[in-house]
């Protein structure tokens, strides 16, 4: 049996033995609200990253109104791109253990066996005593030094499933973690270990993304009296037919499990999951198949039912996915993470929450919730559309933001729009003059290329695509300041700055201590004022001293072109994403219906009204008047 119908025959097998919720995806995907055409544009794209070397494949999945509409896989499973890649292929699916770790707690919960209110140390004696570290300055001679004090309150278990707990994922003593984060350890050794660490922040102050959930996963086995592997095996994964999840890959497996990302020469070792563990990371420890993620997506779309089976009861599953943090918290700030009311972002119990749309780096309803892993796998579930998506890749760690923004822009995007059929009025088209139509012409920026999506960024946003920078991507894992690369003819580029150089100081004031978001807010300023930089370069003891002018940088958006061509309206997407009908540097011509009134005769017809200002110029754009509308503002 060759691969292809191996595949198909193991997807089959799965939807006959599991019964109502078919992995398979249903045949019209029109009936379940989706453009098949524009469906096609998320193959089309991860297909050239592929191409462009960015990922050797990925596996992605749609489901809605309990169907799944789309499932593919693109590219290749080894890194020498010689295997193809099939929808069953295996990931390591890293940081999306974190809420199925939440959803195994919260059985607990249900059954009396754990209690949120109650202090870690219950559960693990050794998190007792933990205290947390603080710096003190003299207010004389303004040196500062670490010191520890007690905790406020104890760490609770609802703080593990929400990240107030205290912990991080740095600090301390680093070499200590190196030394226990093994596939030989336990995840008891390895808890009792952390516990003697200071805790980064007083437990329910700050949101801190951390260990916690492999804390959590230590409580459950000690509340089960189960391995967390076996407890998961039985209670989540057997029962809702998630056949492929678990810890390790099997020898039969290994032909399904993806290659780690080009510049891995193997998996690092405590992620060599071709080999048996004993160390369960409830925050990063499984391998799972998009069929097997899609169950447990779809159980909890459901309210915590799948098939028959009640793993939680709906109120639980309202909890975990309901804002669960003091309305006082503060965000810590981690590179690659984005948590708060400035980007519409809480967290539930096991889950970042959109809670607001205003602000949003994600289109998606309010009230949808998500996760990622550090590889680049990734899910939401958007309950006010009855939506599943995921989309499974292996990237270098943190690499994995741009491919998710794109895939969730792509998905919204293929929504189509109830009743958009050809206008009546197409049977007598409208001629306009060549003055009005060349009114028309220049650049409408959008917020979102669906009105389904409900993304609302905050006022000035469209202005905010243009300010004064050197053109410097920055960095700050692992420390200092680095440069990930420079934008081609901008003036950090023409200065000389390269890749790897650290960036030390902005005009003289030192970087050390900033976030990421301060260290930006340095590098940016007026166009044509000048920036002092000093770089540390590898190979050079001495700081090299930099001298750079800002100029206007402009960033992609979301951009229509509007053009008359032989006396014909024409539009393209110019930014970076297609729009409805209009796809990236494809010119669409247009039909009139009235003198602002145009349509697509073709694709899924989109329609469109230029609406002008008080002077009568055109300033906005709408596209598919009505309920479903979208509008871009002119901006040229």
Same mark, same amino acid.
């Given at each position: ?5 191996? $595949? ?11 019964? %109502?919720?078919?992995? /398979?995806? %249903? ?20 297909? $050239? ?6 990922? $050797? ?37 890293? $940081? ?18 754990? @209690? ?25 001679? +303004? ?8 905790? !406020?309150?104890?760490? #609770? ?27 030989? #350890?336990?995840?008891? &050794? ?14 329910? &102050? ?10 959590? *996963? ?59 563990? #004993? ?23 459901? +309210? ?35 948590? +708060? ?17 205003? *602000?949003?780096?994600?289109? *998606? ?35 994995? +933001? ?28 409208? %001629?306009? @003059? ?46 200092? /300041? ?6 081609? =003819?901008?003036?950090?580029? !023409? ?12 005009? /003289? ?31 050079? @003891? ?68 230029? &609406?002008? =200002?008080?002077?009568? !110029? ?19």
């Amino acid at each position: 049996m060759n691969r292809l119908n191996r $595949s198909l025959a193991t997807l089959l097998m799965l939807c006959l033995t599991t019964a %109502a919720y078919e992995v /398979a995806p %249903a045949g019209d995907p029109q009936a379940l609200g989706f453009s098949p055409s524009r469906l096609e544009r998320i193959a089309r794209w991860q297909q $050239s990253q592929v191409d462009a070397g960015a990922f $050797s494949g990925t596996v992605a999945a749609i489901a809605r109104n309990g169907k799944v509409v789309y499932l593919r896989s693109v590219g290749f499973r080894d890194r020498a791109k010689t295997i193809p890649l099939q929808p069953d292929a295996i990931f390591w699916i890293a $940081s999306m253990t974190k809420p199925v770790t939440s959803v195994a707690a919260m059985m607990l919960v249900e059954e009396g066996k754990l @209690d949120l209110a109650a202090p870690v140390y219950q559960y693990i004696p050794e998190f007792k005593d933990t205290m947390v570290a603080v710096e003190r300055k003299d207010p004389v001679t +303004g040196m500062t030094d670490a010191a520890r004090e007690p905790q !406020k309150r104890p760490m #609770t278990v609802e703080d593990l499933l929400r990240h107030t707990a205290g912990l991080t994922h740095g600090g301390g003593d680093i070499k200590l973690i190196d030394r226990i984060w093994r596939r030989d #350890t336990t995840l008891a &050794e390895f808890v009792a270990a952390l516990a003697q660490l200071p805790l980064a922040y007083q437990p329910g &102050e700050v949101w801190a993304y951390s260990w916690a959930v492999d804390v959590l *996963g230590r409580v459950i086995e000690v509340a089960s009296g189960q391995p967390l592997d076996q407890f998961l095996e039985s209670r989540l994964f057997k029962p809702l037919g998630m056949v492929d999840t678990g810890f390790w890959v099997p020898p039969e497996k290994l032909d399904r499990l993806i290659d780690p990302p080009v510049g891995f020469r193997g998996r690092p070792r405590v992620w060599d999951v071709t080999q048996p563990t #004993t160390f369960f990371s409830g925050g990063a420890g499984l391998v799972s198949t998009a069929a097997d993620y899609l169950r447990f997506c779809q159980m909890l779309l459901n +309210g915590g039912e799948l098939d028959g089976v009640r793993i939680l009861k709906a109120e639980t599953v309202r909890r975990m996915t309901t804002d669960s943090l003091p309305p006082d918290i503060r965000f810590a700030e981690v590179e690659g993470l984005a948590m +708060g009311p400035q980007i519409g972002a809480t967290w539930g119990l096991g889950f970042e929450l959109r809670n607001a749309a205003v *602000g949003s780096q994600v289109p *998606g309803s309010v009230g949808s919730f998500t996760w990622s892993g550090i590889w680049g796998t990734y899910f939401w579930i958007d309950p006010a559309e009855q939506l599943i998506a995921l989309q499974l890749i292996q990237v270098a760690p943190g690499r994995g +933001g741009p491919f998710i923004g794109m895939f969730r822009n792509l998905t919204y995007g293929a929504f189509t729009v109830p009743d958009q059929g050809v206008p009546a009025s197409a049977a007598a088209p409208v %001629a306009i @003059d060549a003055a009005t139509l060349a009114t028309y012409t220049g650049t409408y920026a959008f917020s979102s290329i669906s009105a389904r999506d409900q993304q609302a960024p905050g006022p000035g946003a469209l202005l905010a695509r243009e300010f004064g920078g050197v053109g410097i991507e920055v960095s700050l894992a692992g420390g200092p /300041a680095r440069v990930v690369s420079t934008i081609r =003819d901008m003036p950090a580029a !023409k200065a000389g700055i390269i890749g790897n150089d650290i960036i030390t100081h902005v005009d /003289a004031a030192p970087l050390q201590g900033l976030t990421l978001t301060q260290v930006v807010e340095k590098l940016r300023g007026p166009v044509n004022s000048t920036v002092r930089l000093t770089i540390m370069r590898q190979g050079q @003891d001495q700081p090299i001293e930099v001298s750079i002018v800002r100029a206007l940088i402009r960033v992609a958006g979301i951009d229509l072109q509007i053009a008359v061509t032989d006396g014909t309206l024409r539009i393209k997407a110019s930014g970076n994403l297609p729009v409805l009908d209009f796809d990236l540097g494809a010119w669409v011509a247009v039909t009139a219906m009235s003198e602002n009134e145009f349509f697509v005769d073709g694709g899924d017809h989109t329609r469109l009204v230029f &609406e002008r =200002d008080a002077a009568g !110029k055109p300033a906005q754009l709408v596209l598919n008047p009505g309920p479903w509308q979208i509008t871009g503002q002119r901006i040229n």
